[in-house]
Antibody, heavy 117, light 110 residues
Framework: EVQLVESGGGLVKPGGSLRLSCIAS????????MNWVRQAPGKGLEWVSS????????FYADSVKGRFTISRDNAKNSLSLQMNSLRAEDTAVYYC??????????WGPGTMVTVSS | QSVLTQPPSASGTPGQRVSISCSGS????????VSWYQQLPGTAPKLLIY???QRPSGVPDRFSGSKSGTSASLAISGLRSEDEADYYC???????????FGGGTKLTVL
């Protein structure tokens, strides 16, 4: 079964850091680009970052550029998002998403990040 | 405010046909393909339409997509109660060098 499972969410103070992870299974991880998409409580979807299948291309939304770093370990079928200098507006459910030819075809269940003092 | 503009809400009665619009610009919808996602309450989004008008396997043919110029549209025919969900359009933006989502449309089946 094709599956993505996120972990690492939690409560963090403003200015703090958190590292999210996503483990992929059921498909050839190295074939796909991967993304992080977030959704603030009661709000819509916001794309956060993407990484090519061989780490050859990385993009960030302006709202997280310079604070978040996306990475992947193809040997471990894992995707990560290092989040620094967190702000209240970063509070959201973070989804790990597989991308196939610009199509977000598989989504994980999400992990909640709360930034609050 | 999203760069891709969707109506915040839409509604219809069972059996009706409803349409949800997504308006963008030349740097996103005008030059890239559009996809649509359905998010049922309390769940992760699910791919509904890709490459403007293609349906993944398992998506009923009641759902259809189209694109013209800098706008796209999702149509749902034979509306059913289980279609009640939030719907999002998405496209790559060449100028912003990033993926955009529309603000989402909450569909209510009356």
């Amino acid at each position: 079964e094709v599956q993505l499972v996120e972990s690492g969410g939690g409560l963090v103070k403003p200015g703090g850091s958190l590292r999210l992870s996503c483990i992929a299974s059921g498909f050839t991880f190295t074939t796909y680009a991967m993304n992080w998409v977030r959704q603030a409580p009661g709000k819509g979807l916001e794309w956060v970052s993407s990484i090519g299948n061989s780490r050859n291309s990385i993009f960030y939304a302006d709202s997280v550029k310079g604070r978040f770093t996306i990475s992947r370990d193809n040997a471990k079928n894992s995707l990560s998002l290092q989040m620094n200098s967190l702000r209240a507006e970063d509070t959201a459910v973070y989804y790990c998403v597989r991308e196939r030819d610009e199509i977000f075809d598989i989504w994980g269940p999400g992990t909640m990040v709360t930034v609050s003092s | 405010q999203s760069v891709l503009t969707q109506p915040p809400s839409a509604s219809g009665t069972p059996g009706q046909r409803v349409s949800i619009s997504c308006s963008g610009s030349s740097s996103n919808i005008g030059s890239n393909r559009v996809s649509w996602y359905q998010q049922l309450p309390g769940t992760a989004p699910k791919l509904l339409i890709y490459r403007n008008d293609q349906r993944p396997s398992g998506v009923p043919d009641r759902f259809s997509g189209s694109k013209s110029g800098t706008s796209a549209s999702l149509a749902i025919s034979g509306l059913r109660s289980e279609d009640e969900a939030d719907y999002y359009c998405a496209a790559w933006d060449d100028r912003l060098r990033g993926r955009l989502f529309g603000g989402g449309t909450k569909l209510t089946v009356l």
